[in-house]
């Protein structure tokens, strides 16, 4: 009796983090209830459904752990259900969702009121940051472990939205009260405020921005964070490094997992002044785009493995909003859908390698954070699956966003490599271009206790 899958995956290049870059050895994938059952030839196996992957590359789904979704209290720029929907048609299975939405997710209501929303409509599977701030320092433990919750971020510098902590004494303790990776948006509040009177003199110049928060307002940041981990040693992440003074002080402080370090592909691919004369404010951000040296810095960083993750850092507004003069522009921009095609573009440009791609975006977030059964295309492991083709040429469109926010920086650019199908709890939830699910699936990620 031939053995029988819900799903066969046929002609496939199954990709880790240890396959050889010159292996091109096409197989079968058999999924059976949600998990990865069987790779290998599976020519008399019966199936429900078989998908013919003959060219593509399986990846294990790609996690973007860093994306802000707006609700509740902004579901005109963005809600769960149009950023995750915009996750699968991007090739991406998950996504960690950061807490500056209205109210902030600050409480223990306002986190289940996101887990909430989320089973009913997150189309793609999830977690959610908790914000520290002044008021719940006492009950971070408790917040970070309700199921559904990543960990604790915490705003070091003022961005978008009201979260803020600043003070190192509020930080340490924080950072003593629980056991799980701390993500942080290292800016020093101190020298951003000493600096903004700048900004009266800067008005409608854009370019402006990445002079008022400068490589010092996140080196003296990053600096801080780095020693409170060690004083406390607490797992630390820290997120979107912008600058080479960052990434040459983390090379050197970076021992083990203690800390880990995150870079965004805007960062990696645009840079000032260039990104300033063309896109104007549409590529204002916190912390900013800088120069083509910072740039260099970064990707050095990504090759030498001081980087731990690529995420895209989604941070939708609407066009009216982003076209007000700066700096009464917001900063921020959509990517989550995009993430994965600008990522394949820089494999295609010999930037890193496709296996280097799957440990930033799979392997790492799984490890790093703790999540069981996810981040690898082996037996076992649940059958969340992202699969691409290297020899796509694409070019990235407005009209094809997802995002309520409908733009992308990268509009117009061509790049090669595409995510074809993306596979969803072993079942196929996107596929050239089209969600092929009738009703959101998404669930809350588990984590390791």
């Known amino acids: 009796m031939p053995e029988t899958f819900s799903l066969i995956i046929k ?10 870059p010159l292996s091109e050895e096409r197989t079968d994938i058999g999924i059976k209830e949600g998990k990865i059952a069987h790779i290998g030839p599976l020519s008399r196996a019966q199936a429900d459904q ?19 979704f707006r609700e509740p209290g902004f579901e005109y720029k963005e809600t769960i259900a149009s950023g995750t929907r915009a996750a699968l048609l991007g090739g991406v299975t998950g996504i960690f969702e950061m807490p500056n939405t209205s109210p902030p997710t600050t409480t223990l209501s306002a986190l289940k009121d996101k887990l909430q929303r989320a089973q009913k409509s997150a189309w793609c599977h999830y977690a959610f940051y908790v914000g520290a701030c002044s008021e719940n320092i006492n009950h971070l433990q408790e917040l970070e472990q309700v199921p559904g919750c990543c960990g604790v971020k915490v705003f070091v510098g003022s961005s978008t939205g009201s979260l803020l902590m600043s003070e190192p004494h509020l930080i340490k303790k924080a950072m003593l009260s629980g056991s799980k990776r701390m993500a942080f948006h290292c800016e020093d509040e101190t020298r951003l405020r000493e600096r903004k009177p700048l900004l009266k003199e800067q008005t409608h110049n854009p370019s402006f921005h990445p002079i008022w928060r400068d490589e010092k307002t996140a080196l003296l940041a990053t600096q801080m964070i780095v020693q409170l981990a060690h004083e406390t040693q607490r797992p630390t992440h820290i997120l979107h490094v912008s600058t080479k003074e960052e990434m040459l002080f983390l090379k050197k402080e970076k021992k083990g997992d203690l800390i880990s370090v995150e870079v965004t592909p805007q960062h990696l691919t645009l840079h000032a002044p260039d990104c300033y004369q063309e896109l104007g404010t549409l590529a204002q951000m916190n912390p900013p785009i800088r120069s083509l040296e910072h740039q260099k810095a ?42 994965v095609p600008l990522m394949l ?11 280097r791609l799957v440990q930033l975006m799979a392997e790492n977030p799984a490890r790093l954070f703790g ?19 290297l020899s796509a040429n694409k070019v990235i469109t407005n009209q094809s966003m997802a995002s309520l926010s409908q733009w992308t920086p990268f509009a117009g650019l061509k790049v090669k490599g595409w995510p074809i199908a993306t596979i969803l709890n072993g079942e196929i939830a996107m596929h050239e271009g089209e969600l092929t699910l009738s009703q959101p699936i998404g669930c809350p990620y588990t984590f390791k206790a």
Not at 11 to 20: A, E
Not at 51 to 68: E, K, R, S
Not at 371 to 389: E, M, Q, S, W
């Open 11 to 20: 002609n496939t290049i199954p990709v880790t983090s240890t396959t050889s």
């Open 50 to 68: 078989v998908l013919d992957a003959h060219g593509l590359y399986t990846l294990p789904g790609l996690i973007d752990t860093q994306v802000h």
């Open 298 to 339: 970064l990707w050095e960083g990504l090759v030498n493995n001081t980087v731990d993750i690529v995420a895209s850092d989604h941070a939708p507004h609407t066009l009216e909003e982003k076209n007000k003069p700066y700096p009464q522009s917001p900063s921020g921009m959509p990517g989550v859908q995009t993430i």
């Open 345 to 355: 573009h820089h494999v295609a440009e010999k930037r890193l390698s496709l296996q």
């Open 371 to 389: 999540i069981p059964n996810k981040g690898r295309v082996a037996i076992g492991y649940d059958a969340d699956l992202t699969l691409v083709d």
